[in-house]
């Protein structure tokens, strides 16, 4: 299973992003797909996730300015962040999981999101 995360790069304080990302290399059903961002001093924080049918949930510091959407034809989430911030930058992580069997969890490469005051 490969996850390929694209959209990252450098914008300033009240731009606009959109990241991608595609899974390949198997067959997904009823998996939630989305997004974590990691600093060096965190662990990772949750930004925002989409089932197969379509709930979403996002992080309360993200919430009203970021959107998450999926192809599930494609495998593909989407996360469009708008009104970015200084304290968005981060390396964005997308991930695939499935909470019932058969389970699985896996990552894609991060994307490098900087945001400039």
């Known amino acids: 299973v490969q996850l390929q995360a694209s959209g990252g790069g450098l914008v300033e304080a009240g731009g606009s992003l959109r990241l991608s990302c595609a899974v390949s290399?198997?067959?997904?059903?009823?998996?939630?797909m989305g997004w974590y961002r990691r600093a060096p001093r965190n662990e990772g924080d949750f930004v925002a996730s989409?089932?197969?049918?379509?709930?979403?949930r996002y992080a309360s510091s993200v919430k009203g300015r970021f959107t998450i959407s999926g192809d599930n034809s494609k495998n593909t989430v989407y996360l469009q962040m708008d009104n970015l911030k200084p304290e968005d930058t981060d390396v964005y992580y997308c991930?695939?999981?499935?909470?019932?069997?058969?389970?699985?969890?896996?990552w894609g490469q991060g994307t490098q999101v900087t945001v400039s005051s």
């Open positions: 989409i089932t197969s049918g379509g709930t979403s």
């Open positions: 991930f695939i999981k499935r909470a019932v069997t058969p389970t699985y969890n896996f």
């Open positions: 290399g198997g067959r997904f059903s009823a998996a939630t």
